[in-house]
């Protein structure tokens, strides 16, 4: 009897696992993470908060490690500008480059991570101006994207990334919508 019991387990434990493999393996290749915020501020005043990587420290979500490691090399801002840190397990290990600039409406990023998991995603800032004269205002997106390999469609399944990582963008377009407005 128990051991019945014991293969009934084992099959049916057997039998969910193979399920959630075979769902996972079912996700999309790529993922999308976006937000947006309107700030009540033109696009040439937000613009160079996004397109220089020392002024993103003012606002990023990720600055959360006093002691992390930072290192800017490359142009001072723009296409060509680097940011590498390397940091706790909240921030981890990484680094990111201006790929293209287009003042003011956008500017796009190579995300690199090395740790906590190694990852290669694309960051785009996108600014629209709503409205003129002393009613303008700025919807900022923040999107990033890239491929999701098996590993994490696995652990998509227990942990909803896109409210994660939207959460963090959330925050920096809180932080950077508070400094544009002052």
């Known amino acids: 009897m128990i051991t019945t019991m014991l293969i009934i387990i084992a099959v049916a434990l057997t039998v969910a696992i193979i399920a959630m493999l075979l769902y996972a393996a079912t996700a999309p290749d790529t993922?999308?993470?976006?937000?947006?915020?309107?700030?009540a501020?033109?696009?040439?005043?937000?613009f160079p908060m996004i397109n220089d990587l020392h002024a993103q420290s003012a606002w990023s979500p990720f600055e959360k490690d006093p002691n992390m490691k930072r290192n800017h090399s490359g142009a001072p801002a723009g296409a060509g500008a680097v940011y590498?840190?390397?940091?706790?397990?909240?921030?981890?290990?990484?680094?990111?480059?201006?790929?293209?600039s287009v003042p003011?409406?956008?500017?796009?990023?190579?995300?690199?991570?090395?740790?906590?998991?190694?990852?290669h995603n694309m960051v785009?800032?996108?600014?629209?101006?709503?409205?003129?004269?002393?009613?303008?205002?700025?919807?900022?997106?923040?999107?990033?994207q890239g491929r999701q390999p098996f590993m994490a469609k696995l652990v998509s399944l227990f942990i909803n990334c896109d409210k994660m990582v939207?959460?963090?963008?959330?925050?920096?377009?809180?932080?950077?919508?508070?400094?544009v407005e002052a």
Not at 104 to 114: A, F, H, I, Q
Request: charged residues 25%; glycine residues 10%; positive net charge.
């Open 31 to 39: 993922f999308l993470v976006s937000r947006s915020a309107v700030m």
């Open 84 to 100: 590498e840190w390397d940091g706790n397990r909240n921030v981890g290990a990484g680094r990111i480059a201006i790929t293209d």
């Open 124 to 144: 785009d800032f996108v600014l629209e101006q709503n409205g003129a004269g002393t009613k303008v205002t700025t919807k900022v997106t923040w999107a990033m």
């Open 166 to 179: 939207g959460g963090e963008f959330e925050q920096g377009l809180a932080k950077l919508k508070t400094l």
């Open 104 to 119: 003011p409406s956008r500017v796009s990023l190579k995300l690199d991570m090395s740790r906590p998991f190694e990852a």
């Open 41 to 46: 501020a033109p696009p040439e005043r937000i």
